[in-house]
């Protein structure tokens, strides 16, 4: 429990700076923000087996099972690129592939940008570190996403 906390403690430390790199003054971020950011790594990292079983029973319920192991981790988004407002993100993910691909997977970091503001582009990157950043991504190839995990705040 005191591990995940601590992770989830790092998750949220990276996301602040990260919106602090992406142009958003980190005093900018509320608390409000930061209890969202800390309950949904929480949700996620406790109770991933369960929303990870929900997922592939209704994937098998409307046949689209999936054929190799799954699990769920949280997904980091910052805008990045051209175009792009900024701001940082967190949710979760469903991520598929060969247990060795998989048990190096921490998260998901979602890229963000745009071109000439009429399109909107997003990259999903299974990565094997909970500090995204750009110039710091670490793939874990042979991993894809499967499903995507909202929660309603």
Do not use: C
């Not at 319920?61 to 175009?83: C, D, F, Q, W």
């Not at 060969?98 to 503001?117: C, R, Y």
């Amino acid at each position: 429990m005191r591990i995940a906390w601590r992770r989830t403690f790092a998750a949220g430390v990276i996301v602040g700076v990260m919106a602090g790199a992406a142009g958003t003054a980190v005093a900018q971020v509320s608390i409000g923000s930061l209890i969202k950011l800390f309950g949904i790594g929480y949700v996620v990292k406790q109770f991933g087996p369960q929303i990870n079983s929900a997922i592939n029973t209704i994937m098998l319920n409307n046949k689209a099972e999936n054929k190799e192991l799954t699990k769920v981790v949280p997904i980091i988004s910052v805008g990045v690129g051209l175009g792009t407002a900024g701001g940082a993100y967190i949710g979760a993910v469903q991520v598929q592939g060969p247990k060795a691909a998989l048990d190096q997977v921490q998260a998901v970091a979602e890229i963000e940008g745009s071109f000439m503001n009429q399109i909107r582009l997003r990259g999903l990157v299974p990565v094997n570190s909970l500090n995204p950043l750009a110039g710091n991504l670490h793939r874990v190839y042979g991993v894809g996403v499967t499903a995507l995990v909202d929660f309603q705040l």
